[in-house]
């Protein structure tokens, strides 16, 4: 009877703690979401950006600390609060007449945040504001503003003046949104022509959450505008985007040497960026060669024995995959001409008769790269021997 009910408790034990060894062995580990690109071979940096973000104190779902907490699990370098103007769908329940309270609430959560926890200071959180309107001006945001309150009129020409006049940086957002194009084709009025001409607009998302416009990249590039990637995010990063397997938040590299909110400011107004999406780099040749140099190099190996069949390892640096299309001279061996490389990953390739390794090189096509509408970025990679 003893042995009976000591093998009834041990069977109990195990029921009990089986569940939990289950989940231990065979739950799938998270992957990376941090957005941590490489430095430049230039000597700039490529600074994670986030122009476009909402709270409760506009149309969104969560507090402003959520917002900063998300930002620094992404390894964003910079957010920015871009509150609706004049939508505000909680008004009834959060009452705030001052329309950058959003911004100043996120600042002082991330201020608690490196008191709390000793955090390193690596975030710059800068004040925004969304002017929200129909057609012919549509959805426009501005930031870097030092009042909010300011663009608060019933007159759109009224309120991007008035964002300009605090110098802020003002672009379009979302140009292809089908609630305000059925199209979904992007076009520009007459109003927003002459709003670009005047200089009163600088940019224009290309990328919008979990959209991207053709219509918009050729329109930024005939009109010198910037070119964008937001998350536009309203609920939570992790219910709009499967970090579970790798996507990650649509947002803007900026390239520029100083962290600073300046100097951010400055290169956002250069035109020196490139949005990223789903895994690919959108914006001009000079800058998405820039990043693509900086993240994808050749390391030359061993010649296979008794062959002129050289090993080489192509490393991929950047946290998004990289598709890529072999276009030279150089025959693989081992792999099709089509080359798949994972976040921070590389691939092994074996090149047929190489006769002089020191000057090997690869001619590609970014097939994840975009420098026009449905035209990819070509490059040439140099090999460097291993170390």
Same mark, same amino acid.
């Given at each position: 009877m003893k042995n009976l009910l000591a093998l009834a408790v041990s069977v109990f034990a195990l029921a009990i703690a089986a569940p939990s060894i289950g989940h231990e062995n065979h739950a799938p580990k998270p992957a990376p979401r941090a957005l941590d690109f490489p430095a430049l071979k230039d000597g700039r940096s490529a600074f994670a950006v986030d122009l476009h973000t909402h709270s409760v104190f506009s149309d969104g779902h969560v507090w402003p600390s959520i917002r900063v907490e998300e930002a620094q699990r992404d390894a964003l370098d910079v957010l920015a609060v871009t509150e609706h103007l004049e939508y505000q769908p909680h008004a009834a329940d959060i009452p705030h007449p001052d329309r950058n309270r959003s911004f100043v609430v996120a600042q002082e959560e991330y201020r608690r945040r490196i008191e709390r926890n000793g955090a390193p200071d690596n975030l710059v959180i800068i004040n925004g504001a969304e002017i929200t309107r129909q057609l012919p001006y549509g959805h426009i945001n501005a930031t870097f503003l030092t009042d909010a309150n300011a663009l608060l009129t019933p007159d759109a020409e009224a309120a991007i003046a008035a964002a300009n006049a605090q110098k802020a940086f003002v672009f379009f957002n979302h140009q292809a949104w089908p609630a305000q194009r059925p199209s979904g084709v992007a076009e520009l009025t007459p109003e927003q022509k002459s709003l670009i001409a005047r200089k009163q607009i600088h940019g224009a998302e290309v990328v919008n959450g979990d959209t991207f416009s053709e219509?918009?990249?050729?329109?930024?590039?005939?009109?010198?505008?910037?070119?964008?990637?937001?998350?536009?995010?309203?609920? @939570?990063?992790?219910? &709009? /985007?499967?970090?579970?397997?790798?996507?990650?938040?649509?947002?803007?590299?900026?390239?520029?040497?100083?962290?600073?909110a300046d100097a951010i400011k400055a290169a956002l107004f250069a035109g020196d960026t490139v949005a990223v999406f789903r895994d690919q780099l959108v914006g001009l040749e000079r800058n998405v060669k820039a990043v693509a140099?900086?993240?994808?190099? @050749?390391?030359?190996? &061993? /010649?296979?024995?008794?062959?002129?069949?050289?090993?080489?390892?192509l490393h991929n640096d950047a946290p998004i995959d990289a598709l890529l299309r072999n276009i030279g001279g150089a025959g693989l061996q081992n792999q099709s001409d089509v080359l798949a490389i994972p976040a921070?990953?590389?691939?092994?390739?074996?090149?047929r008769n190489v006769a002089a390794p020191e000057g090997f090189t690869m001619e590609l096509d970014m097939l994840s790269a975009w420098i026009a509408p449905r035209k990819n970025l070509r490059l040439t990679l140099f090999g460097a021997p291993a170390k």
């Open positions: 219509d918009v990249f050729q329109f930024s590039i005939d009109n010198n505008l910037t070119i964008l990637g937001t998350s536009d995010i309203h609920g @939570l990063i992790d219910w &709009d /985007y499967n970090l579970a397997q790798g996507e990650q938040r649509s947002i803007t590299l900026v390239l520029t040497k100083d962290f600073t140099e900086s993240t994808l190099r @050749l390391e030359i190996g &061993d /010649y296979q024995r008794n062959s002129t069949v050289l090993n080489v390892t921070h990953g590389s691939i092994n390739l074996q090149v």
